[in-house]
């Protein structure tokens, strides 16, 4: 695998966890994130935050097919279809 994938599949991650915390706080009640994320686990929602999160992957996604940074923008791809799968999954 090229580095430039590794480093576009972090950044992904980077993307999605952030999303996942921005989601807990625009939907959580106001209180603590970690809060918030032990309900939705508990409320089976945290697929739900997961997927929401990934929804930044898709602004850093256009960012670097944008810049001409094709590798990277597939491993931004790879972590979003990683995700996919693990959200699919955890709502078996």
Excluded: E, H, P
Aim: hydrophobic share 60%; aromatic share 14%.
């Amino acid at each position: 695998m090229n580095k430039s994938v590794i480093i576009g599949f972090l950044l992904g991650a980077a993307a999605n966890i952030l999303g996942v915390v921005l989601a807990a706080l625009i939907l959580g009640s106001g209180t603590d994130v970690v809060y918030t994320l032990k309900a939705a686990i508990d409320q089976n929602f945290i697929g739900k935050l997961i997927s929401l999160g990934a929804a930044l992957n898709l602004f850093l996604f256009f960012f670097f097919i944008r810049k001409r940074r094709d590798d990277q923008a597939k491993g931004v791809l790879f972590f979003t279809i990683f995700a996919a799968l693990g959200t699919f999954l955890l709502m078996l």
